[in-house]
């Protein structure tokens, strides 16, 4: 018998925390041994002039979902994984969703029915709460928390989706009771609204329009109230898809008073702008997403505000709705303007090689910052870690083998994802997966692709520190527990002490 199933050789191996040349030795799925001259191999591959990293993990994308903004999801998880594996990406977390007036747990199963059926590679959920009744809050989310579902996520915009401030209070609290972290959509949707009424009623309905209806300031608004909300909760959030410098600079305040709040951004916020939307409806569609994509100004603010660690964590926010379908982009008809054309872009199997092309070989980040910003980050602040997210011993054989020097113009023929269109069409890039390892199966190799539907595994995470909360309040009231806290030694944290009064 081999000393293990799988060695890969001669590779330069990238942890977010260092690089090393070393041969890396899998047996049962799981990395057994890194060292020099590993030998013994049922199979070797040759990593030679290769960087080896962990698998990506993308936290953030939307697959096989019913959508609450009209249109159907292209993607499905068979179609959705394969992509995902094509691009770098081993692991995967999605959303469930909620009906108004309903329970979760029934959705929860469903969708668990459908990643079971066909994800190629492993995945978790996010569960979209819309609702928080008295059953989901009080039966339906402990029980699923408990169960590995660790992470809720909220809108703040969306008729269909959005939650009031009271209800974000009430989400918040039953995340601290029971370990979860909430990750939030914030925007402001009355603003949102008023804008695109005034739009529309002075003829102003073109794509071009989607990002004027929904400026920086609206995202600021809800970033720095989702905030605050949670400050009175000690209750970990996560702001996902910032776009703009505005509100990178309020999550960066809330961070340096001790706040646990954490961000990401999107792959697209760094070579989409606004002007993409400006032009004719059905070309501009393809790159109509929320947040609307910015302008130059703040793509340089979001490199800056990654660099300092503001912004942790890349995704996609893979969106996918076909453009020349009845029931995708413009599931409300041709002509339809701006407000009733699905939003999102897809992106599962470009993010790695956007973020790399554009940090990496731009000199903006390091290799290491690339690897913790599309793979090791993700798995620490959703539970995964150091399972995924790391090349180490006893950690799964999710690994990526690297092509730096590939160049590779994007097209909609070479990408494996089942949407009609790609936004980067044209678009050349440099660095592509060469190698694609989920739990030492090899899924993508030089342009083949072996992906088997439904050998993903679901994810289910236990409790962890990394979310726990601080214990700080904005007054002696603990209102998780009801609880007076004048007689346990409490005091006033610097960041309260500090502030103005009102």
């Known amino acids: 018998m081999s000393d293990y199933d799988l060695v890969i050789k001669g ?7 260092h690089t090393v040349k070393a041969d890396v030795g899998v047996k049962d799925g799981r990395i057994v041994m890194l060292g020099e001259s590993l030998s013994g191999g049922d199979r070797v591959i040759d990593a030679s002039g290769r960087f080896v990293l962990p698998g990506g993990v993308d936290s953030h994308c939307h697959i096989e ?6 249109g159907k999801n292209a993607e499905t998880f068979e179609s959705g994984t394969r992509s995902a594996a094509c691009g770098g990406t081993t692991s995967l977390i ?8 309903e329970g979760i747990k029934h959705m929860v199963a469903d969708y668990h029915k459908l990643a079971e059926r ?3 590679i492993d995945y978790s959920f996010h569960m979209i709460l819309n609702d928080p009744n008295d059953q989901v809050v009080n039966h339906d989310l402990p029980e699923l928390i408990a169960a590995g579902h660790r992470s809720i996520k909220i809108f703040m915009t969306y008729s269909k989706n959005r939650v009031n401030d009271a209800e974000i209070l009430r989400v918040l609290e039953v995340a601290r009771r029971h370990g979860a972290l909430v990750c939030v959509h ?8 008023y804008m695109t009424d005034k739009l529309l009623a002075a003829g102003l309905d073109g794509t071009k329009y989607h990002s004027w209806c929904k400026p920086p300031v609206v995202e600021r608004e809800a970033v720095q109230r989702v905030i605050a909300l949670s400050e009175i909760m000690d209750q970990p959030i996560q702001i996902f898809h910032v ?7 309020e999550i960066r305040r809330a961070q340096q008073r001790g706040v646990k709040v954490f961000a990401e951004t999107c792959a697209q916020y760094f070579v989409l702008t606004a002007d993409h939307l400006d032009q004719d409806s059905k070309e501009g569609a393809k790159y109509l997403c929320s947040p609307a994509p910015r302008d130059p100004a703040n793509q340089a603010a979001l490199w800056d505000h990654v660099r300092s660690g503001t912004l942790d964590i890349i995704t996609s926010d893979h969106a996918p709705y076909n453009m020349f379908s009845p029931d995708g982009k413009f599931w409300a008809g041709d002509n339809a303007p701006f407000s009733q054309i699905a939003n999102g872009t897809p992106g599962l199997e470009t993010r790695m090689p956007l973020v790399f092309s554009e940090g990496v070989v731009k000199g903006r980040i390091s290799m290491e910052d690339f690897v913790a910003l599309t793979s090791t980050n993700a798995a620490k602040l959703f539970g995964l870690h150091p399972k995924k997210g790391s090349i180490s011993i006893g950690a799964d054989a999710d690994i ?4 730096a020097e590939r160049k590779v113009t994007i097209s909609q023929d070479m ?7 790609t936004p980067y069409e044209g678009m050349t890039v440099t660095g592509w997966a060469q190698t694609t390892i989920s739990r030492g199966t090899v899924l993508w190799n030089d342009g083949e692709v072996t992906c088997e539907p439904g050998r993903g595994e679901f994810l289910a995470r236990a409790p962890y520190d990394y979310i726990k909360p601080r214990g700080v309040f904005p007054t002696p009231f603990n209102p998780v527990e009801g609880k007076n806290l004048e007689d346990t030694g409490w005091t006033q944290s610097a960041e309260y002490a500090e502030s103005d009064p009102i």
């Open 94 to 101: 999605c959303f469930s969703t909620q009906e108004k007036g």
């Open 415 to 421: 990408l494996h994802h089942d949407t009609d269109y």
């Open 186 to 193: 914030a925007e402001n949707h009355d603003a949102i609204m």
């Open 118 to 120: 066909g994800a190629c």
């Open 11 to 17: 590779g330069t191996v990238v942890n977010a925390s």
């Open 243 to 249: 776009t703009c410098k505005e509100a990178a600079d």
């Open 65 to 70: 979902q019913p959508s609450s903004t009209g």
């Open 400 to 403: 990526t083998i690297w092509d």
